[in-house]
């Protein structure tokens, strides 16, 4: 099944380059090309689309303005010359967020990922998360682990082998240390209200991680075991700091004894 698309950019340039590479997924079908983001709206009001590949920083309707007035948006994907965008694109639940110039591997793995949810929300397969103790109550770090029912039968996921959870809407990626990934019908509230937080945090409104596996923290993003960077946004990095490192931190300066 191929999904709809449209590409918006007020960059002649970057439009025709975008849609040169868009045009090499299989599963990705353009239904227009747009300089802004006022021809988006104005399609959209008349056609719906699986998913908008959009610029940032456009003239008289920007891709986030365009994102926030839609009421049922579909699928975005942002891509700019500008990082500092990042934390509030995704705070508004966008797919992926790309730095220009998009390189080709890195706009595959952003229409996968987008691919990877719609065909998730479409079939309804994904698998169910439920207690170490098969119920629905907090668990303790002494459980150390949780199962996911899925169709052969019930996975066990310790907690030690998750890197971080992402939200992906109503479902949720579990990524683990192996480079495996576990899909699940369960929002990160959910996550959040049955895993410890000894362990687990959540430093995004579409992510949480284990913070056992973080090797840096920045004034954006945190940096897990296996390269993997996890925006932070400014509501939940206060709280990681307190959490995960104002008691273990080692300063320049020691107290004389």
């Known amino acids: 099944?191929?999904?709809?698309?449209?590409?918006?950019?007020?960059?002649?340039?970057?439009?025709?380059?975008?849609e040169i590479l868009l045009r090499k997924i299989e599963r990705?079908?353009?239904?227009?090309?747009c300089a802004n983001g006022i021809e988006v709206s104005?399609?959209?009001?008349?056609?719906?689309?699986?998913?908008?590949?959009?610029?940032?920083?456009?003239?008289?309707?920007?891709?986030?303005?365009?994102?926030?007035?839609?009421?049922?948006?579909?699928v975005f994907i942002f891509f700019t010359g500008h990082s500092e965008y990042a934390v509030e694109s995704f705070e508004l639940d966008v797919v992926d967020f790309l730095i220009k110039p998009v390189t080709f591997e890195r706009l595959v793995k952003a229409a996968n990922k987008a691919i990877e949810y719609l065909d998730l929300k479409k079939n309804n397969t994904a698998a169910q998360v439920i207690s170490a103790d098969n119920g629905e109550v907090p668990l303790n770090i002494s459980d150390s682990y949780f199962?996911?029912?899925?169709?052969?039968?019930?996975?066990?996921?310790?907690?030690?082998?998750?890197?971080?959870?992402?939200?992906?809407?109503?479902?949720?990626?579990i990524h683990t240390l192996k480079g495996k990934k576990h899909v699940a019908l369960a929002t990160l509230k959910k996550?959040?209200?049955?895993?410890?937080?000894?362990?687990?945090?959540?430093t995004h409104?579409?992510?949480?991680?284990?913070?056992?596996?973080?090797?840096?923290?920045?004034?954006?993003?945190?940096?897990?075991?296996?390269?993997?960077?996890?925006p932070v946004s400014l509501s939940h990095r206060q709280a990681l700091l307190d959490k995960v490192v104002n008691k273990k931190l080692i300063t320049r300066f020691q107290e004389n004894e």
């Open 191 to 202: 996550f959040e209200s049955i895993l410890p937080v000894s362990v687990f945090t959540r």
């Open 147 to 173: 199962f996911i029912k899925d169709t052969p039968g019930l996975i066990k996921v310790k907690f030690e082998e998750v890197v971080y959870i992402e939200s992906m809407g109503n479902f949720a990626s």
């Open 205 to 230: 409104k579409q992510y949480m991680i284990n913070h056992h596996h973080i090797v840096n923290i920045s004034t954006q993003d945190v940096l897990l075991e296996g390269g993997h960077t996890i």
């Open 28 to 33: 990705i079908h353009i239904v227009a090309v």
């Open 42 to 74: 104005n399609w959209l009001s008349k056609q719906p689309v699986d998913i908008v590949f959009s610029d940032i920083d456009m003239p008289e309707l920007s891709g986030i303005g365009l994102l926030k007035s839609l009421k049922q948006p579909p």
């Open 1 to 18: 099944m191929t999904y709809s698309c449209i590409i918006a950019d007020d960059s002649a340039i970057e439009r025709d380059k975008l």
